[in-house]
């Protein structure tokens, strides 16, 4: 199993930026993809963004792409989300996860298989 935690959320006005953290221990040899997804109130938990650990491949859903940036560090095993422009529609609880060996980056988008306890992401108008 893995660990994965989350930090970097927080307040920001909207067209402001932030960039979250997901710090992963454990067996990660075994989780090649990771992923970004948000949940916000009322609203069911969606994908934002993936990536693969070695090859460094990227995906994204539309609602983000030319906004948000997913990347990854190997040697700290670390993922990064840098969200810029951010709007009040990017309100959410946003979580990391683990996605299993053999899975290809495009079904990231279907979910994982370890999760973060997630952190807050609130922007004002």
């Known amino acids: 199993q893995v660990q994965l935690v989350e930090s970097g959320g927080g307040l920001v006005q909207a067209g402001g930026s932030l960039r979250l953290s997901c710090a992963a221990s454990?067996?990660?040899?075994?989780?090649?993809?990771m992923g970004w997804f948000r949940q916000a109130p009322g609203k069911e938990r969606e994908f934002v963004a993936a990536?693969?650990?070695?090859?460094?491949?990227?995906d994204y859903a539309d609602s983000v792409k030319g906004r948000f940036t997913i990347s990854r560090d190997n040697a700290k095993n670390t993922v990064y989300l840098q969200m810029n422009r951010l709007n009040v529609e990017d309100t959410a609880v946003y979580y990391c996860?683990?996605?299993?060996?053999?899975?290809?980056?495009?079904?990231?988008?279907?979910?994982?298989?370890?999760w973060g306890q997630g952190t807050q992401v609130t922007v004002s108008s």
């Open positions: 454990g067996s990660t040899f075994s989780y090649p993809n």
């Open positions: 996860g683990a996605c299993s060996a053999g899975r290809r980056l495009y079904t990231v988008r279907y979910g994982c298989d370890y």
């Open positions: 990536i693969n650990w070695g090859s460094g491949s990227t």
